[in-house]
């Protein structure tokens, strides 16, 4: 059960990660605009 | 200072010298698919790999691209090593039989970010808690991924600043790949053997038992020591095989191994630097960016050579006689081996810090609070002192997009490094990458010097998270800033004297190695992209040259300042204050 809690948790890191570039990358459009 | 400690400095500093520009060619021919001399054995293993993996060696990616690339790469390289930890009970070369009892799963899930980052903070013991294969499969191999991937981004960095209108910032696949035959897979071959000469041991035996002269039991851990030796190096990652690592007398077991251990932990950051030079098309870019990293290194090394040389008042006030002398290395000898002295410690605790390689071959814990505060500080730098392989220099591009941008503030001028110009996106992302670093270093810290748990509880069993710690006081708190700066720094040295392997410190120090890598490595690729599209600009009558010595003083300013304005509240609490308090004979 907590070897699944452990891997959620990391997998949560690499959403927040992917979604980091999305910001990234948006911010990046709004300042080309 | 005495004589030994400033020739073993300088003859080191003279090797890297000499290697920074042959290593820097080398590593640009192989990242810009020149031919090398490996070529006609290599380039049909590098063509198999591509087929096998379906990768397009032509494709180029855009840094979205390249940086999903090596989030799914690192991802699925963490999984496989958590995976593997958990069930190394059930997998062969095991001779131990070491099960998931000794790898509970918040260990696991430390060790696994801690090897994908590049950081090889060790919360465990090695000998006695991971199999043969866990250690050359879940572990060794990413001292090899995650050195290929600092590689990788770092040249995809230079190339934003190369390359002029372009979409691109070329293939991850493809840098990982050329960065793991050509550069890591050579010289680790031979390496490893060089090891074995100096006396590591390369078997898959069980521990030996001996009888030791005053009739004593003792287990002597075997193992493949020297193939993990190499790369743990050369891929500045540190994890050890033992755990007093490079203090080990397998790892570490000469002064030849000690000085080969060192060359090989600065050889790729250090020839990094000349790579880039020779990539934008300037060398001598690339020599200003080598004598800033230089400069800081130095300074490091002889102070914390010279704290360590002075030593303890409290030693000369108890009547001891403290001072070099034929007979005696004087100082504060206190976790350090013998056959080292101060100063191959001092030296060794530098560069290992400086580099984000973390092996050491001395208690960095037991040092004087200013001798513990130089590689703290090294630390807190961002890791960009040569730093770690590729990661040292796309930070310290990074520091050089700061400096360039305070230059153009001071004289009005929009700022513009190597003919691009640095506007509103870029400075955004480099102050993103080091306050995502702040952030964590500090708030980490704050958390772990203020939690409280029940006794016994799941988180941390000892109840607050303090009791962990070996010391009281300033020197305390300097253990748990010390963990997380070097949880986040990517280094894994440990400051030693606190117990970190409790659920708390493991999801906590974890979290900070990931947060450390990607969330600093994703802004850097978007700055990069950008980079990469705008045109370059003729340098005018304007430009601040960025190849001259004001530069380099400006870049070592920058760094140092951002540095202390953020951190010196905090090592105010530590080694600071404990400087003081020492001379006044109060200690912990």
Known sequence: MLDVVYLLAASAFFVIAFAYITACQKLRGQIDE | ?588
């Open chain 2, 1 to 588: 200072m005495n004589a030994i400690g400033t020739e073993q400095i300088l003859i080191y500093f003279a090797i890297i010298l000499a290697l920074t520009k042959p290593v820097g060619s080398y590593l640009a021919a192989v990242m810009e698919g020149g031919r090398t001399i490996f070529h006609p054995i290599l380039r049909p293993v590098e063509k198999l790999v591509y087929k096998f993996c379906g990768v397009k060696e032509a494709e180029d990616m855009r840094w979205t691209g390249y940086a999903a690339a090596m989030l799914a790469f690192s991802v699925a390289g963490m999984v496989l090593s958590f995976a593997m930890m958990r069930l190394q009970g059930m997998l062969p070369l095991n001779p131990q039989s070491y099960g998931t009892k000794e790898i509970s799963p918040d260990l696991a899930f430390n060790t696994a970010a801690s090897f994908a980052t590049n950081t090889n903070w060790q919360s465990y013991v090695p000998e006695t808690t991971v199999s043969y294969l866990t250690n050359m499969v879940a572990l060794a191999i990413h001292n090899w991924m995650s050195a290929a991937v600092g590689l990788a981004i770092a040249v995809a960095v230079i190339r934003g600043f190369a390359r002029k209108s372009a979409n691109g910032i070329g293939n991850f696949w493809v840098d990982v790949t050329r960065s793991t035959l050509y550069v890591l897979l050579p010289i680790c071959l031979v390496g490893a053997l060089v090891f074995v000469a100096t006396g590591s041991p390369e078997n898959f035996l069980p521990y030996q038992h001996a009888t030791t002269v005053e009739g004593a039991q003792q287990v002597i851990a075997q193992g493949p020591v020297a193939s993990q030796e190499i790369i743990k190096q050369l891929g500045t990652n540190g994890g050890g095989f033992f755990n007093a690592n490079s203090a080990h007398p397998y790892e570490n077991p000469s002064p030849a191994s000690n000085l080969l251990t060192l060359i090989l932990i600065f050889t790729l950051p250090a020839g990094l630097t000349y790579t880039f030079g020779k990539m934008v098309g300037n060398t001598k870019q690339g020599w200003a960016v080598f004598a800033a990293m230089s400069a800081m290194f130095l300074a490091g090394a002889f102070a914390c050579n010279i704290s360590e040389q002075v030593g303890n008042p409290h030693l000369a006030k108890a009547g001891i006689n403290s001072q070099i002398t034929p007979g005696q290395p004087g100082g504060n000898m206190e976790g350090k081996e013998v056959r080292f002295g101060i100063a191959s410690s001092t030296l060794f605790a530098t560069i290992t810090t400086d580099a984000s390689c973390g092996a050491v071959n001395s208690m960095h814990d037991s040092y004087t609070p200013i001798g513990g505060l130089v590689p703290m500080f090294n630390l807190l730098t961002g890791e960009v002192i040569f730093g770690g392989v590729g990661a040292g220099l796309y930070g310290m591009l990074m520091f050089c997009v700061i400096a360039v941008f305070i230059a153009g503030l001071m004289v009005g001028r929009t700022p513009e490094y190597l003919g691009k110009k640095i506007e509103k996106f870029e400075v955004q992302m480099a102050m993103l990458a080091v306050l995502i670093l702040a952030a964590s270093v500090l708030g980490f810290a704050a958390l772990a010097a203020n939690m409280s748990f029940a006794k016994d509880s799941y988180w941390n069993a000892g109840g607050d998270t303090i009791t962990n710690l070996n010391n009281s006081g300033a020197h305390g708190f300097s253990e748990i800033l010390y963990a997380y700066a070097s949880g986040t720094g990517n280094n894994g040295s440990a400051f030693a004297g606190l117990s970190a392997n409790t659920p708390f410190y493991n999801l906590t120090i974890g979290s900070a190695m990931l947060i450390g890598r990607f969330l600093m490595i994703i802004p850097l690729l978007a700055m990069a992209g950008s980079l990469a599209k705008k045109k370059i600009v003729p340098a005018s009558s304007g430009t601040f040259p960025t190849d001259s010595g004001t530069f380099v003083v400006l870049l070592i300013g920058v760094v140092i300042i951002v540095g202390v304005l953020t951190y010196f509240p905090a090592m105010a609490l530590g080694p600071i204050v404990e400087h003081f308090q020492m001379h006044n004979l109060k200690t912990y």
